[in-house]
């Protein structure tokens, strides 16, 4: 195998890819990345492999000839990083290690050369395929719009597996996110704008990890480039231009959360997002050095939301900010890091509170836009 590629293609897709490098692999050539070029179309693949999620990602480059061998990530992606801008040639040879035969990767920038002890490409697993399956179309727009409000509600506790994932169900024109850690429930409905192919209407839970992944490489692609999504027993694959993600499923029924949802309220609060959260920012200063409680008191006839924290031996905050309020007065506490998060992820400039009681379910929603609910459980305020 020997080409010629730029220092810049190489570096930026090996940092896409290796992110599916696993840090403890279970087998030594797991730790490395495959490289594969095609000498007929002059393009390059890389991929990287932890069983669980798979990164492919393709590139030009002049192919002199073509192989495929497995290269020790850390490495390539350490060195490749830190060349200087300008073309690379990089080729195989077959060599004498003092251990026995092995085989080695020569990288030669502008300025000299690295040599890096390789595998060979037949020690590495392929990535998972689904034959004989229609491709649900999507945008990246939808889908982009959809991880950004749903990834952040996913539990971190891996003795609930299922809810570490965020639950898709697409549908002829809308897709849904939902995501819940038990104490608080993100879901996004987006509009796809692409035709539906395939059966047109499935149910499946990702893993965060793998949708985190999916979302940081979508975000330099148009809103309105295609994204094919195939799914098979336990495997779901995301393809598009040069790339592909693969990720096993999570298995387990998902929480049926439109049944949390309430559908009526006593009260409502509009209030701007943005001071909302920067206030919030302020108060959770004080929340930190204690519990992480926030309590917010409702008053109808000032027409205020205050924010308050009393953080025993630390000090006390309180800040009032005005809101367009309908319902009776109500006090009531909340973890202020679950608010933040769920504030961040509003996309636009007024959200609503829609309460009923001081340890019911509230519903937070934006103003225009996006049709996205946030739920958060108060929590029990101590006298």
């Known amino acids: 195998m020997k080409l010629l590629c730029s220092q810049s293609d190489l570096s930026t897709n090996l940092s896409l890819v290796s992110r599916a490098v696993p840090s403890r692999p279970n087998h030594p050539v797991l730790a490395n ?9 002059n393009q390059v693949s890389l991929t990287a492999f932890d069983l669980s999620l798979g990164i492919r990602t393709s590139f030009s480059a002049e192919v002199w000839q073509g192989g495929a061998i497995a290269i020790p990530a850390k490495l390539l992606l350490d060195i490749t990083s830190r060349l200087p801008e ?39 697993p392929e990535l998972p395929i689904i034959e004989d399956a229609e491709p649900i179309n999507l945008t990246a727009a939808a889908l982009i719009e959809g991880l950004r409000g749903s990834l952040f509600a996913t539990s971190a506790d891996e003795t609930k597996q299922v809810l570490t994932g965020v639950h898709l169900s697409v549908k002829q024109d809308t897709l849904e996110f939902g995501a819940t850690d038990g104490h608080r429930l993100a879901v996004v409905e987006t509009t796809n704008e692409r035709p539906l192919g395939g059966s047109g209407e499935l149910e499946v839970t990702v893993p965060s990890k793998a949708l985190r992944e999916l ?21 779901v694959i995301f393809e598009w231009q040069h790339q592909r993600l693969t990720s096993r499923t999570l298995e387990g029924q998902y929480p049926a959360y439109r049944q949390l949802i309430p559908r009526q309220f006593e009260r409502q609060v509009t209030v701007d997002r943005k ?3 920067s206030t919030l920012e302020r108060i959770a200063v004080l929340a930190d050095q204690k519990n992480n409680i926030v309590k917010l008191t409702i008053d109808h006839a000032a027409q205020e939301l205050t924010l308050s924290c009393e953080a025993q031996e630390m000090g006390s905050g309180r800040e009032s900010i005005p809101a367009e309020i309908s319902g009776e007065d109500i006090e009531i506490a909340f973890n202020v890091k679950y608010l933040m998060e769920g504030l961040k992820a509003l996309p636009s400039s007024e959200i609503q509170m829609h309460i009923n009681q001081n340890l019911t379910p509230v519903i937070f929603t934006p103003l225009g836009g996006l049709k996205m609910t946030y739920l958060a459980m108060p929590v029990q305020m101590r006298s």
């Open 33 to 41: 990345i495959l490289l594969q070029a095609d000498a007929e179309t």
């Open 86 to 124: 300008g073309e690379i040639t990089l080729d195989d040879e077959a060599s004498e290690a003092s251990t026995g035969e092995g085989l080695i990767v020569t990288l030669t920038p502008k300025s000299g050369y690295y040599q890096l002890r390789a595998m060979s490409a037949e020690d590495f």
């Open 215 to 235: 979302e940081r490489m979508l975000a330099h692609h148009a809103a309105d480039d295609a994204i094919a999504l195939y799914l098979d027993q336990g495997q």
């Open 275 to 277: 001071q909302f959260l």
